[in-house]
């Protein structure tokens, strides 16, 4: 199947800095990805979704200047999460929509952010 | 707005047997449906995906139906191992855009 990479899978950092995570789909091109959240022993949350060479499309209740999302290529989309509270710790997981006909989804295997 | 309920939220069965897990959604009109697998702190595996037109899909020991008039699907686990345990996410499509709408998971422990 298709392979989601995320890079870093683990961060920790002091409230205030600006964390990146990358979302690579490494054998297929993606022109969309999802941003998803998910708190422990919930659900994933969607974000946004994220468009190749356009603007990311936000959920109600996302802040768009908080959570930037960048997707400069086929393969890759990056969330920034800036100025970082302890209340953005999460698991943040990507996905990429794989092109075929029936919308099949791949998962990144997640990134838990704990801001200090 | 599309809702997706899972139940039960957890499920302890001992190896061997067989078990349903279910998942209800309030919108019928659905693009697709996919079950995934999350182990601790992981990310998510994909199941099985039935696109709206199907009834069912099969994995190995994984069956999953599809019931799109009375909004439902089951995911029917054979022989269960404890190599199961783990949480399993239904997600419904209801559009061509993909975005996914996921339920609140259940929690699979299988007792070896």
């Known amino acids: 199947g298709a392979v989601v990479s995320q890079h870093p899978s683990r961060v920790i950092c002091k409230s205030g800095t600006s964390v990146k995570i990358e979302c690579r789909s490494l054998?297929?091109?993606?022109?969309?990805m999802f941003w998803y959240r998910q708190f422990p022993k919930q659900s994933l949350m969607l974000m946004a979704t994220?468009?190749?060479?356009?603007?990311?499309?936000?959920e109600q209740g996302v802040e768009k200047d908080k959570f930037l999302i960048n997707h400069a290529s086929l393969t890759l989309s990056t969330l920034t999460v800036t100025s970082a509270h302890p209340e953005d710790s999460s698991f943040y997981i990507c996905?990429?929509?794989?092109?075929?006909?029936?919308?099949?989804?791949?998962f990144g295997p997640g990134t838990r952010l704990t801001v200090l | 707005k599309q809702e997706v309920t899972q139940i039960p939220a957890a499920l302890s069965v001992p190896e061997g047997e067989n078990l349903v897990l279910n998942c209800s959604f309030t919108?019928?009109?659905?693009?697709?449906l996919q079950w995934f697998r999350q182990d601790p702190g992981k990310g998510l595996t994909s199941l099985l995906l039935?696109?709206?037109?199907?009834r069912e899909q099969t994995s190995g020991r994984l069956n999953a139906s599809l019931d799109k008039s009375s909004g439902r699907s089951t995911l029917y686990i054979a022989a269960s191992q404890p190599g199961d345990s783990a949480t399993y996410l239904c997600?419904?499509?209801?559009?061509?855009?993909?975005?996914?709408?996921f339920g609140q998971g259940t929690t699979l422990q299988v007792k070896p």
């Open positions: 996905s990429a929509l794989a092109g075929t006909s029936y919308n099949e989804q791949f």
């Open positions: 054998d297929f091109q993606a022109t969309t």
């Open positions: 994220s468009n190749e060479g356009s603007k990311a499309t936000y």
């Open positions: 919108d019928s009109a659905i693009y697709n």
């Open positions: 039935i696109q709206s037109s199907q």
């Open positions: 997600a419904v499509c209801s559009g061509n855009t993909g975005k996914l709408i």
